[in-house]
């Protein structure tokens, strides 16, 4: 289904914004669902957010929800996470994901990236 990458990640204060995005090569990735997850140390990896791939329902976990945005651009076989009023506990890798079946947190997902850093400071 081809490779997942992110980018975006990097070192912010508390309350700034980062738009995560994640590019597909290889095969397209618009007739799929993508979800992005992060894991902190010593954490389990946590589901964030989902964008189905038909009708573009989307899924937040309630800690992010109103502060967090996941969107697809099919064209551009990318999904993005945008990140405002950050805080110090979303420190986390973030990972960009795909779901062959179905979509949202309760799912399996198939395929993921290797990850992107994304540090708040107080």
């Known amino acids: 289904q081809g490779q997942l990458v992110e980018s975006g990640g990097g070192l912010v204060q508390a309350g700034g914004s980062l738009r995560l995005s994640c590019t597909a090569s290889?095969?397209?990735?618009?007739?799929?669902?993508m979800g992005w997850f992060r894991q902190a140390p010593g954490k389990e990896r946590e589901f964030v957010a989902g964008?189905?791939?038909?009708?573009?329902?989307?899924y937040y976990v309630d800690s992010v929800k109103g502060r967090f945005t996941i969107s697809r651009d099919n064209a551009k076989n990318m999904v993005f996470l945008q990140m405002n009023s950050l805080k110090p506990e979303d420190t986390a890798v973030y990972y960009c994901?795909?779901?062959?079946?179905?979509?949202?947190?309760?799912?399996?997902?198939?395929?993921w990236g290797q990850g992107t850093q994304v540090t708040v400071s107080s």
């Open positions: 290889g095969r397209r990735i618009s007739m799929y669902a």
């Open positions: 994901a795909v779901a062959l079946i179905g979509s949202g947190p309760g799912v399996k997902y198939d395929y």
């Open positions: 964008i189905a791939w038909t009708s573009g329902t989307t």
